[in-house]
């Protein structure tokens, strides 16, 4: 138990679906990330969030839209995705963005798209 | 762009001594992590080196050398639990980190 939690687990959507991934993190954190790690392929960084606000958007596709209402709480919002985009979906949060600080990943959702 | 090699995988036996290299080439360095992600599981923190040198940590140590942008896990007195993937990580500056592809690490008894 990282103190990062991930919900659902598990996700099984067609590609005219709109879901919504959901983290929270109970360590304090000021920075949270979304990671997307297929396989074979390295953790590939998707967004950042410090203070609430987002610092970092690795050119990531509109379909992938991040929320990050309070330093606790991050939620990715999928619609009209592709097979492609099935992978795991990691989120992690640090003290700050500005370190460096290790970073504390959830379980993860491990995402289908059908 | 941002480089990070690592051995694809590595096989040793319970009770030996693995080491596991990871060399970078990166437009900036703010210290290098080493993560273990299990299979099925998140990556956890293992170590973080910023000066060159060695940091040992009971049954794991990491070294860097920034000069030769060269890094190593030692994991001593292996277990079965060990088998895992081992994750090297570059912070860049302005808080990013970048992740090498992984190594798979699989003890056999």
């Known amino acids: 138990e990282t103190g990062v939690t991930q919900t659902p687990r598990h996700l099984v959507m067609g590609m005219t679906n709109k879901k919504s991934l959901k983290c929270e993190q109970h360590?304090?954190?000021?920075?949270m990330y979304w990671y997307k790690q297929s396989a074979k392929k390295p953790l590939e960084l998707m967004f950042v969030?410090?203070?609430?606000?987002?610092?970092e958007n690795n050119s990531v596709p509109s379909r992938f839209s991040p929320e990050c209402p309070n330093s606790s709480h991050l939620f990715l919002h999928l619609h009209t995705l592709q097979p492609e985009d099935s992978a795991l979906y990691l989120c992690?949060?640090?003290?700050?963005?500005?370190?460096?600080?290790?970073?504390?990943f959830g379980p993860g959702t491990r995402l289908t798209v059908t | 762009g941002q480089n990070i090699d690592q051995p694809t995988e590595m096989t040793a036996t319970e009770g030996a001594i693995v080491q596991i290299n990871c060399t970078y080439q990166?437009?900036?360095?703010?210290?290098l992590f080493w993560y273990q992600q299990h299979a099925g599981e998140a990556p956890t923190f293992l170590s973080y080196n910023v000066l060159d040198g060695l940091e040992e940590k009971g049954r794991f140590s990491s070294f860097l050398s920034r000069s030769k942008g060269y890094s190593y896990l030692l994991l001593k007195e292996l277990q079965m639990k060990d088998s895992a993937s081992y994750l090297c990580a570059v912070s860049l500056d302005a808080g990013k980190s970048t992740f090498g592809d992984g190594t798979t690490l699989t003890v056999k008894p």
């Open positions: 990166t437009s900036g360095f703010n210290g």
């Open positions: 360590l304090g954190h000021n920075a």
């Open positions: 992690a949060s640090s003290q700050s963005q500005r370190g460096p600080y290790e970073q504390y």
């Open positions: 969030y410090n203070f609430k606000e987002q610092t």
